[in-house]
């Protein structure tokens, strides 16, 4: 996005009046939508790894290919179950915990755990002051420059594109969600506790019966393509260059949603299986609104569709940018780093 194609940030409370009111119109959950989204994603997950069952002793050139393609289908379910904790995707809210519930079980997520860190997300998303709750770690440049050797080693290690989404996402979802959050309140704790018990059971059943090492080796194909794939989507969504960052008393909710979130512009196919996550933009400026009816919000009005999109090549420019740079109000490298030195070296011989 540029600053020319950005929507602006101080909408008049005629315009926020009028946007409330037009996304209020497809905040509205279908059930037939619905029903027939987890019929669409999870028959087909199912049935994935019921061929995997069945190549696992023929080939295993048969059986990672499947893997791939049912990570590939994880990453919609998760789509599915992240809806069920914004209460959007079924009217009925016991609807929306049972199959949260089923879809965390099936992404290693604990629902109730997971639902209050992502509320904190949207509360916050694109306040420098709050950050560090379901977010990627970001540091302003001056506070990489004040941080120790030590910190510095840990930030960039953590923004290496290998462990951003290779190693991370594993560790997330195989590790990190097991354990509660120090803030975590009694229910969220047993959320956890209760997801931990499932995930026990479905481990030890399955593999009792692909046997252990294949279970493993498919169960890790699976999970490493769905994380690799969530994490960049979320990154990028998030991580782009004149991405919205303000502190506190300048923050404002409706500017962090539509310029702190990118409208990612997938081919069909790869929309379809990130059930419309790419149209974030939508997404934070309402959570109520089903996936399903994202794109249709997008298409309804002048506003949303001046949004400039990032495409799935341009989206590559993310990758380098690390540090938020608050004087010039963007995501920079640690090029920017250099340059800033070389200006302050020349700054003291002047």
Same mark, same amino acid.
């Given at each position: @996005? $540029? ?16 946007? &409330?009111? %037009? !996304? ?6 279908? =059930? ?6 987890? +019929?669409? $994603? ?5 049935? +994935? ?6 190549? #696992? ?8 290919? +499947? ?23 079924? &009217? ?12 965390? %079980?099936? $992404? ?27 977010? *990627?770690? =970001?540091? =302003?440049?001056?506070?990489? /420059? ?42 969220? #704790? ?6 931990? /018990?499932?995930?026990?059971? @479905? ?16 169960? /890790? $194909?699976?999970?490493? !393509? ?39 512009? /997938?081919?069909? *196919? ?6 419309? *996550? ?10 109520? *609104? ?23 090549? =341009? ?5 380098? %940018? ?9 995501? !920079?490298?640690?090029?920017?780093? #250099? ?12």
């Amino acid at each position: @996005m $540029t600053d020319e194609t950005r929507p602006d940030p101080a909408l008049s409370p005629k315009g926020r009046a009028e946007l &409330k009111q %037009l !996304v209020n119109e497809f905040q509205k959950p279908s =059930t037939a939508r619905a029903v027939w989204q987890l +019929l669409n $994603t999870l028959g087909p997950y199912v049935l +994935l790894w019921y061929l995997m069952y069945l190549s #696992r002793g023929v080939s295993w050139w048969l059986t990672l290919p +499947l893997a791939v393609l049912a990570g590939a289908f994880l990453v919609r379910v998760f789509i599915i179950f992240h809806d069920c904790g914004h209460g959007s995707f079924f &009217k009925s809210r016991r609807a929306n915990d049972a199959v949260g519930f089923l879809t965390g %079980l099936l $992404t290693f997520t604990p629902y109730s755990h997971w639902r209050w860190q992502h509320a904190v997300h949207h509360s916050s998303s694109g306040d420098l002051d709050r950050r560090g709750t379901g977010d *990627i770690w =970001t540091m =302003t440049v001056q506070e990489y /420059l004040e941080s120790s050797r030590w910190k510095r080693f840990a930030y960039r290690l953590a923004r290496n594109p290998f462990v951003l989404f290779v190693i991370g996402p594993l560790f997330l979802f195989l590790v990190w969600q097991r354990l509660p959050s120090p803030g975590a309140n009694a229910r969220e #704790r047993r959320s956890v506790q209760a997801m931990n /018990l499932a995930i026990a059971a @479905m481990v030890v059943l399955l593999a009792w019966t692909y046997g252990l090492k294949a279970y493993l080796l498919i169960q /890790l $194909t699976v999970t490493a !393509v769905a994380g690799a794939a969530g994490v960049w989507m979320f990154y990028v969504q998030h991580q782009f260059e004149d991405v919205y960052w303000e502190r506190g008393e300048q923050w404002d909710s409706a500017a962090a949603a539509l310029q702190g979130s990118s409208f990612y512009r /997938l081919p069909k *196919i790869l929309q379809w299986f990130t059930g419309n *996550i790419g149209f974030h933009h939508i997404h934070h400026l309402s959570a109520r *609104i089903p996936n399903y009816n994202l794109e249709r919000c997008h298409r309804s009005h002048p506003l949303f569709r001046d949004v400039k999109p990032i495409t799935l090549v =341009t989206s590559l420019r993310c990758l380098p %940018l690390r540090l938020w740079d608050e004087r010039q109000k963007r995501l !920079v490298g640690y090029r920017h780093l #250099r340059q800033l030195r070389r200006e302050h070296r020349r700054d003291g011989r002047s």
